[in-house]
């Protein structure tokens, strides 16, 4: 997107090194545990939200209940999930993270993040604190447009 408002085109040079950086580190992790972008999604929501049925899954994900089933067997394969009956409901099955799974998910947000700590390091001290200023104040602008 081009602009000549040089704080926009600033913010998006940032978002795009900041997107690019971050999710190579991300795709590495994921592919170096053998998991899709689905079966992510899918732990994630499990974190978010808690235990759900196939359904919620399915339409978070936008993908068929047989195709959310399907992935989910392999996460049960894997150790991330447990599916069980729910006691609501015995025709329903509820998905329930694991304390493994939980695991890979912090491991994938560290792998995620990683790279900040070496760019933290690059700073000068005097950057530093310059850097911390300018963040804190986009963190307060940003959090007064999500009110």
Not at 48 to 76: F, W
Not at 106 to 118: D, F, K, P, T
Not at 121 to 130: L, T, V
Request: with cysteine; glycine share 6%.
């Amino acid at each position: 997107m081009f602009t000549t408002d040089p704080i926009l085109a600033t913010l998006h040079e940032w978002i795009g090194i900041f997107m690019r950086r971050s999710m190579r580190n991300f795709l590495l992790y994921s592919k170096e545990k053998k998991l899709s972008m689905s079966q992510i999604g899918a732990l994630f929501r499990l974190h978010r939200v808690g235990p759900c049925g196939v359904s919620e899954i399915s339409d978070d994900l936008g993908v068929t209940d047989a195709a959310a089933s399907q992935m989910l067997e392999r996460l049960v394969q894997q150790g991330l999930i447990t599916r069980s009956e729910d006691p609501n409901d015995r025709r329903v099955k509820q998905i329930v993270l694991t304390d493994q799974g939980r695991q890979v998910l912090q491991e994938s947000i560290h792998a995620r993040q990683g790279w900040l700590e070496e760019l933290a390091r690059a700073f000068s001290p005097e950057e530093q604190g310059q850097v911390l200023a300018a963040l804190r104040i986009m963190i307060a602008k940003a959090t007064q447009l999500e009110n």
